[in-house]
């Protein structure tokens, strides 16, 4: 599932990953992101890992349609998540996007907001 949770900051989207997530979840906060893109041209994205299990196949590329769409909007980009895999899939993910992209552990958080909001 991907939730949209409160942001701190206007020009920031916050997203919350939790459970399977599904084709429906990009198309449901697509809006949203496309609303950020409009009023801001670059955007700032909070992506917080919960209790996530996966993703289907289809949900893979539905991903990849999100991603070819949006990323080029991004500017920063924070993980907040206790998996430390994670570290090594932003590491890679550095080399295919231009927005900068870093991991924060959960209690980093403030910190992940404060990392957004520089200019």
């Known amino acids: 599932m991907l939730r949209l949770i409160e942001s701190r900051n206007d020009d920031v989207i916050a997203v919350e990953i939790s459970e399977k ?4 979840d990009y ?5 949203a992101f496309q609303n950020l893109v409009d009023r801001h041209g670059k955007i700032k994205v909070l992506l917080t890992l919960g209790n996530y299990s ?5 949900v893979f590329l539905a991903k990849l349609d999100f991603i070819k769409k949006f990323y080029r909007y991004c500017d920063r980009i924070a993980f907040v998540s ?3 895999w994670l570290t090594h899939i932003v590491d890679i993910e550095k080399h295919f996007i ?3 992209v ?3 552990d959960p209690a980093q958080q403030d910190e992940a907001w404060s990392w957004l909001s520089e200019k």
């Open 54 to 58: 996966g993703f289907s196949m289809d």
């Open 98 to 100: 231009k927005a900068d």
């Open 21 to 24: 997530v599904t084709r429906k």
């Open 102 to 104: 870093k991991h924060f």
């Open 82 to 84: 206790d998996r430390k």
């Open 27 to 31: 198309q449901e906060i697509e809006g």
